[in-house]
């Protein structure tokens, strides 16, 4: 690929009309709550391609074998997918029938967690339920100490009785954590080959998460055992129609890996699409020279914000739903609200948008799909905001009337009436962009501000659906100098799966004081190089293209939580330096503790090279569509200009108030803004500049 020409356009076509040259294929898939995105890449033509069905939360791989069936490809395509399938069955505690073996004495850990009120001063404050239910959490006697010396011998016909017990139970997964199992894996191993001879599904924590802290470790390895089974057999379903092909999964940590590891431990899998969001926004705006970005990733359903000062930021302390995941992942916070989010009134009678979600079924009322509640797509429709004539690249129609009358009806509801030259449906739909507005703006406020950033130092890099309808309001209400909106902004999840490199992650407690001589600690990551290194070479990635993170776990000794800094001869005042920049203080002279080492294995791939052509003239003529009426911020309607946005070349600069007409996105220019095309076919939107 190296010398090649680079691609000067994303066609974006239907793939129908696609003339593919299928020796070298390779499709990023992302699975979204609204639609199922799709980014084709002919490495010989270095062409891409996007394309979006709606999604089935019934069916969730119908959607995925209709948008391939439509490039009726004669041979196996290389696949990277991202999907909600654990997610939701998290979320919605649609999981597997999950029980729990532990050390006797420990069965309701994941019961009594940790002493932290996540709402401090509410009395009526509860913590969800456990997903294992009491009558599944089993004990059984055997005990490890600290260091990994057995003090009570595991019996294993006491592990077949067991065994017995929990198909009486019904049964289908078990996760497996014994006390300090990290020390000494045996018991677990022994128990989980025993439920494995009788089929069950067994999420033992010495194979997900080596490390201390029992709840969670606990909680890592229950949420692996209660959504992997789901995932497995949609997998089973892809694989059953899918025979041959080459395929991935995307992980929360940003990295690609196996399909048939993620049936085994989905748990990696959780964040999977967003993370796919964060690795191609960040790659397009690092391309585009912009380093410090903040993403905004507003789908259908939900939105996920990230930040990334110079690099994707890594956290291995996340939390869904109230349940902690101890395994790495890329630090995404999300809330609620997308462009299906239900607008409402609550029972004070305050206008609400989301986090309920009309979804893809029945989906806005505009989509004419059954919907009857009002939504902030339907909002943006009846502000002018939308072509209707153009969604979809007019391939799903929007119907207006039904939009208007639903937020008529939302209107009614809140006692609201019509402002100056608005309609009252209009009012409300201004209403409903400003509350989802907020709501937003708390979310990329918590990421940036609240961490001790400042988020005029950051360009918001705008992507997902509806990202672009909201993008520049949210940037001047945060005084964020700049918008990147990529050419493929609805689909960008599905492109980062694309430019994602394969990612392994291993840790391992070992417990040592900070004068342990560095040359011990390489020795003890030498289980953990080898196992990566073997695991590379079964998915034929050469050793060449390995590049090896080694990291160590470090606190004060006596404190509750650690700092990673990488291992090298420095670690020690990397580690107070560290601390400094965290927490505003240091203390050179207190002795230190080495808590977890730490191995990530990155496998390079080749990322596939985006369009690019020189700058040419400002005019943007040719992709001027005329002028329409629409609802500016401030409540005034004018007629203003719109532009497709597949026509935007190079140098082409736009002035707000205006609206650019993608076929998958739409971008809302307000009063004062100005956006410029890059060399990239990013639209750049100065905030304010015009004023």
């Not at 694989?239 to 929360?252: A, G, H, I, P, Y």
């Not at 080492?597 to 700058?615: C, H, M, N, Q, S």
Request: charged residues 25%; hydrophobic residues 40%.
């Amino acid at each position: 690929m190296d010398g090649a020409k680079e691609p000067d356009r994303f066609p974006c076509e239907d793939p129908h009309r696609i003339d593919f040259n299928e020796d070298n294929v390779r499709i990023g898939i992302d699975i979204g709550g609204t639609f199922t995105d799709f980014v084709f890449f002919d490495e010989e033509l270095r062409a891409f391609y996007t394309y979006k069905v709606l999604s089935n939360p019934l069916n969730p791989a119908q959607p995925v074998l209709d948008g391939l069936e439509a490039l009726d490809l004669k041979k196996p395509p290389s696949i990277i997918h991202g999907s909600t399938i654990a997610t939701n069955a998290l979320l919605e505690r649609k999981g597997a029938r999950t029980a729990l073996i532990s050390t006797y004495g420990f069965r309701d850990v994941i019961a009594i967690g940790r002493q932290v009120r996540s709402e401090l001063y509410d009395f009526a404050a509860h913590r969800p339920q456990p997903l294992v239910p009491e009558e599944l959490r089993l004990e059984i006697k055997e005990r490890v100490d600290h260091r990994g010396n057995v003090i009570t011998p595991l019996n294993e016909e006491g592990v077949k009785d067991l065994c017995e017990s929990l198909k009486n139970l019904d049964a289908e997964s078990v996760a497996v954590c014994l006390l300090f199992s990290f020390a000494y894996p045996t018991h677990e191993k022994t128990i989980a080959r025993v439920f494995r001879e009788a089929d069950f599904f067994v999420s033992p924590s010495c194979e997900i998460l080596p490390e201390f802290r029992e709840y969670e470790r606990t909680s890592t390895s229950v949420i692996n055992a209660y959504v992997s089974p789901i995932v497995d057999r949609y997998l089973q379903q892809l694989k059953d129609r899918l025979e041959d092909v080459d395929f991935r999964m995307m992980q929360s940590n940003g990295g690609s890996i196996r399909a048939s590891q993620i049936r085994k431990q989905a748990v990696r899998s959780i964040l999977s699409g967003p993370a796919g969001g964060v690795v191609g926004a960040f790659h397009i705006a690092k391309i585009a020279g912009f380093e410090n970005v903040i993403g905004f990733d507003m789908g259908g359903t939900s939105t996920d914000v990230s930040l990334c000062a110079g690099d994707i930021r890594i956290t291995n302390e996340a939390e869904i739903d109230g349940f902690p995941i101890r395994i790495p992942m890329i630090d995404i916070h999300t809330v609620g609200s997308g462009g299906g989010s239900i607008a409402y009134v609550d029972a004070g009678g305050a206008l609400r948008v989301g986090p309920q979600s009309a979804g893809a079924d029945p989906g806005p009322v505009c989509y004419g799909l059954g919907g009857t509640e009002p939504t902030v797509t339907d909002a943006n429709l009846v502000l002018g905001r939308l072509m209707p004539e153009y969604f979809l690249e007019g391939r799903m129609s929007l119907d207006s009337r039904s939009a208007q009358s639903a937020l008529e009806d939302l209107a009614e509801q809140a006692g609201i009436s019509a402002q100056s030259d608005l309609s009252r449906s209009q009012t409300a739909a201004l209403g409903v962009i400003h509350v989802v507005n907020a709501r937003m703006e708390r979310a990329l406020r918590v990421i940036s501000v609240e961490r001790g950033h400042d988020p005029k130092d950051f360009t918001l890099v705008s992507f997902g659906g509806a990202g672009g309808l909201h993008a520049a309001q949210l940037a001047r209400a945060l005084g964020i100098p700049r918008v990147l909106i990529p050419p493929t902004a609805s689909t960008l999840s599905a492109l980062g799966m694309l430019t994602a490199d394969a990612v392994k992650d291993y840790v391992q407690t070992v417990m040592l004081p900070g004068t342990t001589a560095i040359e011990k600690l390489e020795t003890l990551l030498e289980p953990l190089v080898d196992q990566c290194l073997d695991e590379f070479q079964q998915e034929g990635i050469s050793k060449d293209r390995i590049i090896l993170q080694k990291d160590l776990d470090i606190r004060y000794e006596g404190q509750g939580y650690e700092l990673t800094v990488p291992l090298s001869a420095e670690f020690e005042q990397n580690f107070h330096d560290s601390h400094m920049q965290t927490y505003s203080h240091s203390s050179p002279d207190s002795p230190i503790e080495i808590v977890n080492v730490r191995l990530r294995g990155i496998g390079g791939v080749p990322r596939p090279p985006l369009p690019r052509a020189p700058l040419g003239t400002e005019d943007p003529e040719e992709a001027y569509l005329g002028q329409r009426p629409f609802v500016l911020i401030d409540g005034s309607v004018s007629p203003k200009p719109f532009y497709r946005g597949d026509q935007l070349k190079p140098g082409h600069v736009l002035r707000g108030p205006a609206i650019v007409v993608y076929k998958d996105t739409t971008v809302f220019l307000p009063v004062g803004d100005r956006a410029r095309v890059d060399e990239f076919f990013n639209l750049v939107v100065e905030i304010g500049s015009e004023t």
